[in-house]
T-cell receptor, first 119, second 112 residues
Framework: AQSVAQPEDQVNVAEGNPLTVKCTYSVSGNPYLFWYVQYPNRGLQFLLK??????LVKGSYGFEAEFNKSQTSFHLKKPSALVSDSALYFC?????????????????FGKGTKLSVKP | GAGVSQTPSNKVTEKGKYVELRCDPISGHTALYWYRQSLGQGPEFLIY????????DSGLPNDRFFAVRPEGSVSTLKIQRTERGDSAVYLC??????????FGPGTRLTVL
């Protein structure tokens, strides 16, 4: 079965410091991996994805994530945090080849990590 | 361009009543998804449409839940005989050829 784990309920970072939000996954085939951000009372916004190719992927707002197949991880990173980055972050996975295959299909989400960036 | 829209933004109903939640996807997106998000949890998959047909409805919790997409665009999620446990934020997303899904703002359903 597919699953996603976000081991930290909350991450606290000082503005200007680097941040990491952790994610590990479990799928039987090759993973499609995603990060989304959710601001209060708003829908989820897509940040970045890993489908294939370079293990380091860059996304919106200066975020990046590194796919590590041996550790089954896809941690979200940013070199210098901003107060405005404070939000709820969700990691999601899809097994590329389950059921109907292709690029489309349902995502399995983690429980989310609350990022708090203090001035 | 316009993103995914959902109506209503909030719905309060009484236990046992019927509700309909509407989703308007991004124009031209062939795939449409419904998820449910409870407090403190990530979204949970309900159903996925490819065009007019339900490609995967394995996430629907029981037969009180039903969804349609008759013309391959707008979708309606229907919940019969609502229960207090149905209270959650219902999210709709759409996608085109890319794997990423674009989410609407959600409908917050409260069953009293």
């Amino acid at each position: 079965a597919q699953s996603v784990a976000q081991p930290e309920d909350q991450v606290n970072v000082a503005e200007g410091n680097p941040l990491t939000v952790k994610c590990t996954y479990s799928v039987s085939g090759n993973p499609y991996l995603f990060w989304y951000v959710q601001y209060p009372n708003r829908g989820l916004q897509f940040l970045l994805k890993y489908i294939t190719g370079d293990n380091l992927v860059k996304g919106s707002y200066g975020f990046e994530a590194e796919f590590n197949k041996s550790q089954t991880s896809f941690h979200l990173k940013k070199p210098s945090a901003l107060v405005s980055d404070s939000a709820l972050y969700f990691c999601a996975v899809r097994d590329c080849c389950m059921n109907y295959g292709g690029s489309q299909g349902n995502l399995i989400f983690g429980k989310g990590t609350k990022l708090s960036v203090k001035p | 361009g316009a993103g995914v829209s959902q109506t209503p933004s909030n719905k309060v109903t009484e236990k046992g009543k019927y509700v309909e939640l509407r989703c308007d996807p991004i124009s031209g997106h062939t795939a449409l998804y419904w998820y449910r998000q409870s407090l403190g949890q990530g979204p949970e998959f309900l159903i996925y449409f490819q065009g007019t047909g339900a490609a995967d409805d394995s996430g629907l919790p029981n037969d009180r839940f039903f969804a349609v997409r008759p013309e391959g665009s707008v979708s309606t999620l229907k919940i019969q005989r609502t229960e207090r446990g149905d209270s959650a934020v219902y999210l709709c997303a759409s996608s085109d050829r890319g794997a990423e899904q674009f989410f609407g703002p959600g409908t917050r359903l409260t069953v009293l």
